[in-house]
């Protein structure tokens, strides 16, 4: 298990005037336990979004080629298709009307989605992959048609793309990841980052958003992003993919004041995921919803992962510190990432970090702690005085001697709490062979929200 000193993590953060950099290297969003919960790797259907106050294109402005049906490898149906901009100015919130075939090729259906709500460069075509709201069995193909089109009023910016890796898992996830640089003098907002996998005769076979990644880049900053996208038939290895980035000119964010106390550990669990455990402190004057981005390398350079990790307890009041345990996840149990073969990377994710009225309540919590299997079990109370809507639970291990954090866990109890109420929790920690539970001390941390 590896150790870094207190002086190595304050590298962490940069202050400039108006913006943060926040960036540590350090050798060695917690990802989801299920992807497949998640929406996957698609182009987000945006339906109830309200496009922004623009000058409406014309439908002829944009062109729609290669749409159709697939099927993932999971059994999930998907639409995919290119979306070309042919107006000599920039397009955004464009809007498709899907049409439902039977085998026969009647119409059984139709609705209206958003292809994408990121500016369109003119002439630059992307790639779009929507979802059926309703699984139609006797859906064999689709047509796809521009519903409506508004020119864009945000200024598209260059960013650097400083490379990206591709791998199909054996499970049919395919991944790319990869870091992106703001090589301008203004903050940037990275609109779309995108990627589409195409079979050797051109065709589109896969596409997908990033799902974990850098959203806001100051001025000589750079931020991981992956993608995810479920495989079908013909991908492979060997398939050619490409990447889509669209960047947009921001006004500067808001500095936050934030540091790591004590040292950073590494370790494998059982599953041979990478746990990088540390404690963030809040060191401003105003409480923060705080949001962190890992970055997982290769010993070649290349960003293998990307993780988007919420910092719980909940909001943090100034001076407060809250423990945090990224996690980056291998495919096979028997083939762990080695710690001695990769690098990685924490920075403040500056898009998704803000600030709030006040931090949350600290709740009391009572239960019990198994050594043998890392286990917390016990009951959170609201004593608030007030309503409680979220409880957000984490367990923890520290050394006995030194009181640094060594692992820990979280649980989240997504249920309304009056005054007086209580809630049970269960976390159970996967700590590997590298921890000793005997030989630290446990701690429950509860707020509510």
Same mark, same amino acid.
């Given at each position: ?21 926040? @960036? ?174 195409? &079979? ?12 974990? @990644? ?91 992962? &990307? ?107 997504? &249920?309304?709490? #009056? ?13 590997? #062979? ?16």
């Amino acid at each position: 298990m590896k150790r870094f000193g207190p002086a190595f993590l304050l590298a962490l953060l940069a202050v400039t005037a108006l913006t943060v950099s926040a @960036c540590l290297l350090l050798t060695g969003s917690e990802a989801p336990e299920d992807i497949r919960k998640q929406d996957r790797g698609s182009t987000p259907s945006a339906e109830g979004v309200v496009p922004p106050a623009q000058d409406q294109a014309s439908v002829d402005d944009v062109t729609i080629a290669q749409a159709h049906l697939y099927e993932d490898e999971f059994g999930a149906r998907r639409i995919l298709g290119l979306l070309t901009n042919r107006a000599d100015y920039p397009v955004t919130a464009v809007s498709v009307t899907v049409e439902y075939l039977d085998v026969t090729g009647a119409s059984i259906g139709q609705e209206i989605s958003h292809a994408t709500m990121a500016a369109i460069a003119p002439g630059e075509t992307i790639p779009f992959s929507l979802r059926p709201t309703e699984d139609i069995p006797s859906m064999d193909g689709v047509e796809v048609t521009a519903a409506e089109v508004f020119k864009a009023d945000d200024v598209i910016v260059q960013v650097d793309l400083l490379g990206d890796h591709f791998q199909v898992r054996e499970n049919g996830i395919v991944q790319v990841s990869g870091e992106i640089a703001n090589p301008t003098k203004e903050p940037v907002n990275l609109d779309r980052i995108a990627a589409a996998v195409f &079979a050797s005769s051109g065709e589109i076979r896969l596409a997908g958003e990033c799902d974990q @990644c850098v959203r806001h880049l100051a001025p000589g900053d750079k931020g991981p992003f992956r993608i995810l996208m479920y495989g079908t038939a013909g991908v492979d290895a060997s398939s050619k993919h490409r990447l889509y980035l669209t960047a947009s000119r921001s006004v500067p964010l808001t500095a936050h004041e934030v540091t790591f106390t004590g040292e950073v550990y590494a370790y494998n669990d059982t599953l041979g995921h990478l746990h990088i455990v540390g404690e963030v402190q809040n060191s401003g004057e105003a409480a923060l919803d705080l949001h962190l981005l890992g970055a997982l390398y290769n010993a070649d350079g290349d960003v293998i992962d &990307a993780v988007t990790y919420d910092v719980m307890p909940a909001s943090l009041g100034p001076g407060e510190v809250a423990p945090f345990d990224i996690t980056h996840r291998c495919e096979d149990p028997e083939s762990p990432i080695d710690l001695d073969s990769v690098s990685w990377n924490i920075q403040l994710d500056l898009a998704r970090t803000r600030v709030v009225e006040q931090a949350s309540p600290e709740l009391a919590t009572s239960g019990d702690f198994f050594e043998n299997w890392a286990a917390f079990s016990g009951e959170v109370a609201n004593d608030t005085g007030g309503s409680i809507q979220l409880v957000l639970v984490v367990a923890g291990l520290r050394d006995e001697d030194s009181g640094q954090l060594a692992a820990m866990g979280r649980q989240l109890l997504a &249920a309304e709490l #009056s005054s007086g109420e209580r809630a049970q929790y269960n976390i159970r920690i996967n700590m590997g #062979s590298s921890l000793d539970p005997e030989t630290l001390d446990s701690f429950v941390i509860a707020r509510g929200k």
